[in-house]
T-cell receptor, first 114, second 114 residues
Framework: DTEVTQTPKHLVMGMTNKKSLKCEQH?????MYWYKQKAKKPPELMFV???????INESVPSRFSPECPNSSLLNLHLHALQPEDSALYLC?????????????FGQGTRLTVV | AQSVTQLDSQVPVFEEAPVELRCNYS??????LFWYVQYPNQGLQLLLK??????LVKGINGFEAEFNKSQTSFHLRKPSVHISDTAEYFC????????????FGTGTRLLVSP
């Protein structure tokens, strides 16, 4: 199984709402990532978890709150978002150590903030 | 810090013609190189990767790429394209070892017409 599953596929939320994006993998990967992709732009790294600990936060606003409850799951909690946060949010996973690492991406959650 | 340049934002080509998508990178350390493809409203799919060894790398769907260290390039090629190859192609770079912090180029839109 080389699949990274993201739910929901689409999400529309108001600026006062609280919602969560979910990501799951069963490849035994110990590194998991959140990327944000605006329309017609490349993905940009937001967060990296390694062995369930936050390793990288690319200066992301606090209205985005990541959580890694176990080695298979990664969440992104959203609160008080702005319309400019509308984007495709991509989750990825990979081995955390050694060579020959390769990131596997999910299909993404298309988020619209209204 | 690393960076990736994809000079061609869009490449139009006729079906069954050859194509080359250009990628140049900049890094002060040795890196891994990747090409990903993204179909509309989809996540990213890995086409091929260069980690070490042979500089000619073969990937899925008939694509190949050649790593040229002296020119810091990693151009993607396909000898004969199909309509179904129409998509966005991203070149990416990451540090060697450990988890992958991918830095993407701005992408090249491949448009295949009959």
């Amino acid at each position: 199984d080389t699949e990274v599953t993201q739910t929901p596929k689409h999400l529309v939320m108001g600026m006062t709402n609280k919602k969560s994006l979910k990501c799951e993998q069963h490849m035994g990967h110990r590194a998991m990532y959140w990327y944000k992709q605006k329309a017609k732009k490349p993905p940009e790294l937001m967060f990296v978890y390694s062995y369930e600990k936050l390793s990288i936060n690319e200066s992301v606003p606090s209205r985005f709150s990541p959580e890694c409850p176990n080695s298979s799951l990664l969440n992104l909690h959203l609160h008080a978002l702005q319309p400019e946060d509308s984007a495709l949010y991509l989750c990825a996973s990979s081995r955390a150590t050694g060579m020959n690492t390769e990131a596997f991406f999910g299909q993404g959650t298309r988020l619209t903030v209204v | 810090a690393q960076s990736v340049t994809q000079l061609d934002s869009q490449v139009p080509v006729f079906e069954e013609a050859p194509v080359e998508l250009r990628c140049n990178y900049s890094s002060s350390v040795s890196v891994y190189l990747f090409w990903y493809v993204q179909y509309p409203n989809q996540g990213l799919q890995l086409l091929l990767k260069y980690l070490s060894g042979s500089t000619l790398v073969k990937g899925i769907n008939g694509f190949e790429a050649e790593f040229n260290k002296s020119q810091t390039s990693f151009h993607l090629r396909k000898p004969s394209v199909h309509i179904s190859d129409t998509a966005e192609y991203f070149c990416a770079v990451s540090d060697r070892g450990g988890f992958q912090k991918l830095v993407f180029g701005t992408g090249t839109r491949l448009l295949v017409s009959p």
